[in-house]
């Protein structure tokens, strides 16, 4: 069931940046974990980064870390990815994901809600 919406893709040149937005329903999530996870074409879906809603705990894949930062914003109800230092291994379909669980690792649990995607496509 599609319950979350992401936004801020687009197209950037290597060595840019982008900040992606998913909208959380209510407080569907407010015990539970919040995650972005990206499926480039031919690809399969794979982890980014994700955060405990009410803080305290973020996970960040290997190859985004120290690129990327996992945030929430508690006036909009967003979950944001801030994005750095891009390069076209980042180019993918973006999907924020949720989860009414949490585990120490963050990516461990299942994420059994999800946006329809936004696109990020890095130039060389």
């Known amino acids: 069931q599609v319950q979350l919406e992401e936004s801020g893709g687009g197209l950037v040149q290597t060595g840019g940046s982008l900040r992606l937005s998913c909208v959380v329903p209510?407080?569907?999530?407010?015990?539970?974990?919040m995650a972005w996870f990206r499926q480039a074409p031919g690809k399969a879906r794979e982890f980014v980064a994700g955060?405990?809603?009410?803080?305290?705990?973020?996970d960040y894949a290997e190859s985004v870390k120290g690129r990327f930062t996992v945030s929430k914003d508690n006036a909009k109800n967003t979950l944001e990815l801030q994005m750095k230092g891009l390069n076209p291994e980042d180019t993918a379909v973006y999907y924020c994901?949720?989860?009414?669980?949490?585990?120490?690792?963050?990516?461990?649990?299942?994420?059994?809600?999800w946006g329809r995607g936004t696109q990020v496509i890095v130039s060389s």
């Open positions: 209510g407080r569907t999530f407010v015990d539970g974990s």
């Open positions: 994901a949720g989860s009414k669980f949490r585990s120490t690792v963050v990516r461990s649990v299942k994420f059994d809600y």
């Open positions: 955060m405990w809603w009410f803080g305290g705990r973020t």
